[in-house]
């Protein structure tokens, strides 16, 4: 298909927020939103052309929308009333009080708000999250007599019995560490082979962001297209990556291994499979209902905590491997790559790139990426407590000098142990700007020292030119550092063993995708961990989580 067939895309940063920075596909071109609704009536599933036309829409007067309603077919009515909803001006639409007039609308949008608004329980999930969200990002005080009921259900699956954690292992002799490039060595060769795609842009810098003592950012260009289905499209842009650490050689590998990372999880689509990788990535097109008549092993998408139950659509699966066994699982593409527009509804209001990571091997890289979701999840599941918070203090020669040097800048820094029922060690940085507003970080690792050093890393507070913080809450304790387990094995199989069994012994059997590139040859893997939250929003389509009301209420009791 030539080039000129393709509709163009460019990936830009529509916003920012709580640190990071939120990127959408927007038509190159600016069209017309004449353009956009008669493009959108061709291609309704396309997700990046329903959120533009939607970003212009929900900006119109009502009675602008209300005419596009009337006259458009039914990809546009479903935006107008996408907008509406948006909007706070739902009364306006009548057709949205109608329960299938809802289903119907809801069924021309790939994008899950008016699937969202459909469900019977919609406004008691609200409630309680408008009641919690306060807590876990701006730490503010919950009493457990104020807070809203709780579905029937959740409460149900909150009182669960209990779980298989770290402890319950046997003890299991040192391993011998892996022979893999050092930090510098690993660098040198990630730019080398980057710098043969020619996608790397600009040179590398330093920034001041976050508390990591050094900090590195690399711009890096993308371009991919996909013809599948009524979908014909190219995306470009130009993507950024950062790398921390404690030196600066640590920084630098984690930058170039974020961008062999993110560029690797940006799939091109062509003849049925994502294109250049080291694995055939045929896709299959198929409901999870027919996908397991067939004989298949799938993971079905209502084992993930989704925001709206999958029902039963035909959706795009690509393979993957269980931890145990090497069987392949059938999981749904737009899981697994970053910006997946394929002509199929969505099951999420938008994924981050949580379970991606790249390594010299595929355990080094397996193990970051699990360790990565099970932070995700920990910071999900976990309110803010000052019962669980602490300074930290260390005579570590590599951390206790950061930490003297934060405290004589007036950064007052704090940490939350939100280690989950599992007993993998994880760990929140908090600091609190004079704006009242939480800068965060996590991170998780068997060696606690590590989760402690990722999570202070990983918090987006300036260092070391940034103002001075609000104190600390005054009753939090010192804890040193040398006193929190290391449960860690010496090597990254003998680490990734442990953290499997501990989930397998959950029901909880992780499942990768080999996302290794062909023109890299640096292993990635997409971890995906069935039951364990991919997202810490919090906003209107957040549906409450059993273990994080469980959590809540043992924190909470009596208050």
């Excluded at 353009?35 to 533009?52: G, I, N, V, Y």
């Excluded at 107008?80 to 009548?94: G, I, K, N, Q, V």
């Excluded at 609190?432 to 507070?461: C, F, Q, W």
Aim: aromatic share 8%; proline share 8%; hydrophobic share 40%.
């Amino acid at each position: 298909m030539p080039d000129t067939d393709f509709y163009p895309y460019e990936l830009r940063l529509v916003d920012t927020a709580c640190g990071a920075g939120y990127f959408a596909c927007c038509p190159a071109n600016d069209p017309s939103e004449a353009d956009l609704m008669a493009r959108l009536e061709t291609c309704p599933m396309d997700s990046f052309l329903h959120q533009a036309l939607l970003r212009r829409v929900v900006s119109m007067e009502t009675d602008h929308i209300l005419h596009y309603f009337n006259r458009g077919g039914s990809a546009v009515r479903s935006v107008c009333a996408e907008a509406l909803l948006a909007s706070s001006r739902r009364d306006t639409l009548p057709a949205l009080s109608d329960p299938d007039m809802l289903a119907e609308l809801a069924d021309c949008s790939p994008l899950i708000h008016l699937r969202a608004e459909s469900l019977p329980d919609r406004e008691v999930h609200r409630e309680w999250i408008r009641f919690i969200a306060p807590n876990l990002l701006n730490h503010r005080f919950t009493p457990a007599s104020k807070a809203p009921p709780v579905p029937e259900p959740i409460l149900r699956q909150a009182d669960t019995t209990r779980c298989f954690t770290l402890t319950d292992l046997p003890a299991l002799p040192d391993t011998v560490p892996e022979s893999i490039l050092s930090p510098e060595d690993g660098a040198r060769e990630a730019l080398f082979r980057l710098e043969k795609t020619g996608r790397l842009c600009g040179t590398e810098m330093r920034h001041e962001a976050s508390l990591s003592p050094i900090a590195l950012v690399r711009d890096w260009q993308l371009s991919l297209r996909t013809s599948m289905g009524r979908h014909h499209f190219s995306v470009t842009g130009t993507q950024r990556s950062y790398g921390k650490g404690l030196s600066l050689d640590q920084a630098r590998i984690t930058t170039v291994m974020e961008v062999v990372e993110r560029l690797s999880a940006f799939a091109s689509f062509e003849r049925g499979k994502a294109t250049g990788y080291t694995a055939s990535h045929q896709l299959i097109r198929a409901s999870c209902a027919d996908l397991i008549a067939s004989g298949a092993a799938v993971l079905d998408p209502n084992q993930i905590p989704l925001e709206v139950p999958y029902t039963g659509t035909a959706l795009h699966w690509v393979k993957g491997t269980a931890a145990v066994g090497g069987q392949t699982i059938h999981v749904p593409a737009q899981m697994v790559f970053l910006f997946c527009n394929l002509d199929e509804p969505d099951l999420f209001s938008g994924l981050s790139s949580t379970g991606l990571a790249a390594g010299w091997i595929p355990e080094q890289a397996k193990l970051a990426a699990l360790l990565e979701v099970i932070e995700r999840d920990a910071d999900a599941v976990t309110p803010f407590h000052p019962a669980a918070c602490f300074k930290l203090a260390s005579d570590d020669p590599e951390v206790g000098p950061f930490l003297t040097d934060y405290r004589n800048r007036g950064i007052d820094l704090f940490f939350q142990d939100c280690t989950t029922e599992f007993g993998i060690p994880c760990f929140k940085c908090f600091v609190m700007g004079a704006d009242g507003v939480v800068a965060k970080g996590a991170g998780a690792h068997l060696n606690s020292r590590n989760a402690l050093i990722s999570a202070l890393t990983e918090t987006p507070y300036p260092y070391p030119g940034g103002p001075c913080s609000i104190p600390a809450p005054p009753v939090i304790p010192y804890r040193r550092m040398a006193s929190f387990p290391d449960a860690g094995t010496g090597s990254y199989a003998g680490d990734l063993a442990v953290i499997e069994q501990v989930l397998i012994q959950n029901n909880r059997t992780p499942v990768y995708v080999d996302l290794t590139r062909q023109d890299l040859d640096i292993p990635v893997f997409k971890a995906i961990v069935p039951g364990l939250e991919l997202m810490a929003d919090f906003d209107t389509f957040t549906r409450i989580s059993p273990r994080l009301y469980r959590n809540y209420r043992s924190l909470f009791q009596g208050t």
